[in-house]
């Protein structure tokens, strides 16, 4: 499954249509050497009724499995798809499966770089800037 069929599959976990930043190539962070370039993208969308942030997971967590994701052997290695819950509302989570927002999301472009696009004056919980300034700060930290 690519990451459009991906982004595409995710509209049957909302009743409104979703919305969809454009695919962003970017250089692995963190990952074990000789890593390929990874492809990310930000879908922003409304939960179905009774959708909880640990059903939700489950949902995404399946699809990975369906695009041939296996356990992980080694700490942030490539894999065929990865999705992750940026934020869910105003809701906050910290238990070993989930936490909520993501706790790493304000610290990375390619995280706040598709979701500028799609919601940049979105607050996460727990900042004070929108997505487009802690864009904008982050982009000013590193030189860029």
Known sequence: MTVREAMDRLQM?????????SLWETAPVDCP???????NAVV???????ETPESLLDKLQDLEKESGRQP???????????????AF???TR????????HPRAHLREFVLGPLAEIAPDLVLPGQTLSVRRLLDQLRGADGS
């Open 13 to 21: 976990f909302s009743d409104k249509p979703v919305v969809k930043s």
């Open 33 to 39: 050497p000789g890593s390929p370039m990874f492809v």
């Open 44 to 50: 922003g969308f409304v939960p179905r009724a009774g």
């Open 72 to 86: 992980k052997k080694v700490m942030n290695e490539s894999r065929p798809l990865d999705l992750d819950i940026i």
């Open 89 to 91: 509302g105003n809701e």
């Open 94 to 101: 910290s238990t070993g499966r989930l936490v909520l927002p």
